[in-house]
Structure formats: structure tokens, C-alpha cells
């Protein structure tokens, strides 16, 4: 090939490279995790995810416009309830924290488009995803409060319900429940492929949601497994899910190729707290350049396939590519 070939000849300037490349980043494809917590006046820095708040929903108000305005279409909302109990009640209550938020949200920023974490760990007092029966959470029991909730955020004006919670059939009982509510233009957006993952710890500080006993790994996917995503993901499409999402993004970039070279459903990946907090962590030691190593993890998620990005990032990279 050589010397008739030479690949440099395409690298030689930023004009000739923008020209040829292959992936692009946009605001347009982020959807930014927003934590709304109760009482006034607060934003209360998240020690593990600098640049990150729990925040009341005054505070969410002006946060969500500058959201708007750098860009990006969209937020997930992750609540933090001032009570937890054993059925997670304050997840689908009517005067619940998400609930609120959103109707918030949608009168500070009409057309930011809102989308809900349906899950109940941040409101059960032992910090599982569903009931807990026998030391274990009951999938089927868990079922119809996975409902409940996501009727509650469709009733408060959520645009789009994303259930988090890995028990197998919610996206049909949601589906179901969705309809049947008068919600059968409301899209969801299932966590297909949720592994196990140490990457939520900080997350578990932002969203005060540490299981309180034992793990999540009898719901949430082995990492070491490949194949069983797309058995996840395909669950998922027949059940009813309009967008499908891996979870982790970064050590999962052959999850995220692989779903999307086997469906034709848009394809999202979270890009999630343990994923930033290494960047940041590291910028602030002075390690790396964090600006260069944003915009490389959020291409490289890009580039193995995603649509959309759920990104900590967002702000950050939106200042950037303007
Ligand atoms: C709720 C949920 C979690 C995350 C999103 N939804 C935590 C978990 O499953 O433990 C993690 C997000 C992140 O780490 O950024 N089930």
C-alpha cells in the first residue's frame, strides 16, 4: 500500500480532519440527570459528583432553564423523598417529589421535554428496587407500584417514563397500565441492559439510595455477560419500549454496538456517576485534561452507537460545542 496510501494526508489540518469525521457530538442528544429534593432554598453540592446538586424545586426551576438554554432538549428526574418506606409510597404518591418537580419544570421551561426515573429504591426504606419478600425482591409484586408510579409521572406531565428497576415484564405492566390510564402517547424508555455496576456508587450518595442489606445483583445483569443484553433488550422491544438503553456506557461499549447493530429502535446509553467522577477526580489531581477526556468518552459512546447519552456531562460539553 505504502507509499501510494498514506493516512496523513487526511490528518494534516483541523479543516481536512472535521471534514472526515466520522462521529459527531451534540447537545441535542443529552438527556441531563437532575436530583430534586425536598424543603427551600437548597442546592447542596454532591461531594462524589462535583458540578452536581441535589436540589429543591425552586432551585430546579432556574437550573432546568439554564438547562434549556445551553441546548439540550432534555432531563431525567431522580427524587429524593422526605420519607422512605417499606413500599416505596412516596415514589407514586400525587404530591410526591418527582410529581412536583415536573409540574415545576413544566412551568418554569414548557419546552424542556421531561423525562422520570420509574424506580423504587430511592423510597423504600431498605433501598431495593421493589418489594422486598423473604430477603429478596418479589419481581411480580413489584409490578403494579412500577405502575403506579409511572402513571403518577404521566398524570404530573412527565413527556417520557424510563423504569430503571431490571424486574422482568414491567415494561408490559407499565405499557399496560399506561394505556389503560389514557397515556398511550407516552414513550418509554427501558434500562434494557442494567448491569450490576460499581459504577453507581456515587450515584447511591446523590440519590441516598444504598440498598440497606445484601446487593442488587439477583435483578441487575452480570457484567460478564454479552449475549443475555440482547435477550434484555429484545424483552424489552416486545414488551412495548420505544427507546432502548445500556447502563453502564464506558465499559460497556460492545453492549451498546452490539444493540445497536441487532435493533432498529434508537438506542441510549448512560453515561454514568462513576464514569464522571473518575474524570473528575483525576482533573482535579491534576491528572488529565478534563475537558479533552469529556468530549473523548462522550465520541467514544457515540461511536459504538448511542442516540442519546444520559451524561453528567451535558452542561460541560453543551458549553463547549456551543
Ligand atoms: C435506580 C438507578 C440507579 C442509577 C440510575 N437509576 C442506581 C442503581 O441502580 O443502583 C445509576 C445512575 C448513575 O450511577 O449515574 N435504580
Known amino acids: 500500500m505504502f507509499p501510494i496510501h498514506r493516512y496523513r494526508r487526511l490528518r494534516s489540518n483541523p479543516v481536512i480532519r472535521k471534514m472526515v469525521r466520522e462521529t459527531s457530538v451534540s447537545p441535542d442528544d443529552f438527556i441531563y440527570p437532575l436530583f430534586v429534593t425536598c424543603g427551600k432554598g ?11 446538586y441535589q436540589e429543591s424545586l425552586d432551585q430546579l426551576a432556574i437550573n432546568a432553564k439554564e438547562v434549556y438554554s445551553l441546548g439540550i432538549p432534555s432531563v431525567i428526574l431522580f427524587g429524593i423523598p422526605e420519607n422512605k418506606d417499606e413500599l416505596g409510597t412516596g415514589a407514586y404518591a400525587e404530591d410526591g417529589i418527582v410529581q412536583q418537580a415536573i409540574k415545576v419544570i413544566k412551568d418554569a421551561v414548557p419546552e424542556l421535554y421531561v423525562i422520570t426515573d420509574v424506580c423504587l429504591c430511592e423510597y423504600t426504606s431498605h433501598g431495593h428496587c421493589g418489594v422486598v419478600a423473604k430477603g429478596d425482591v418479589d419481581n411480580d409484586k413489584t409490578l403494579s407500584l412500577l405502575s403506579l408510579e409511572a402513571v403518577s409521572h404521566a398524570k404530573a406531565g412527565a413527556d417520557m417514563v ?161
Not at 437548597?42 to 452536581?52: H, L, N, T, V
Not at 445484601?214 to 424483552?235: F, T, W
Request: charge should be negative; include cysteine; charged fraction near 25%.
Open 162 to 322: 424510563a423504569p430503571s428497576d431490571m424486574m422482568d415484564g414491567r415494561v408490559a405492566a407499565i405499557r399496560a397500565a399506561l394505556d389503560q390510564e389514557g397515556f398511550a402517547g407516552t414513550p418509554i424508555m427501558a434500562y434494557a441492559a442494567k448491569y450490576a455496576s460499581a459504577f453507581y456508587g456515587p450515584f447511591r450518595e446523590a440519590a441516598e439510595s444504598t440498598p440497606q442489606f445484601g446487593d442488587r445483583r439477583s435483578y441487575q445483569m452480570d457484567p460478564a455477560n454479552r449475549r443475555e443484553a440482547l435477550k434484555e433488550a429484545a424483552m424489552d422491544i416486545a414488551e412495548g419500549a420505544d427507546i432502548v438503553m445500556v447502563k453502564p456506557a464506558l465499559a460497556y461499549l460492545d453492549i451498546i454496538s452490539d444493540v445497536r447493530n441487532t435493533f432498529n429502535l434508537p438506542v441510549a446509553a448512560y453515561n454514568v456517576s462513576g464514569e464522571y467522577s473518575l474524570v473528575k477526580a483525576a482533573a482535579q489531581l491534576g491528572w488529565i485534561d478534563e475537558e479533552r477526556a469529556m468530549m473523548e468518552i462522550l465520541t467514544s459512546i457515540r461511536r459504538a452507537g448511542a442516540d442519546l447519552i444520559l451524561t453528567y456531562f451535558a452542561k460541560e460539553a453543551a458549553k463547549i460545542l456551543g
Open 42 to 52: 437548597i442546592r447542596k453540592e454532591i461531594s462524589s459528583m462535583p458540578g452536581c
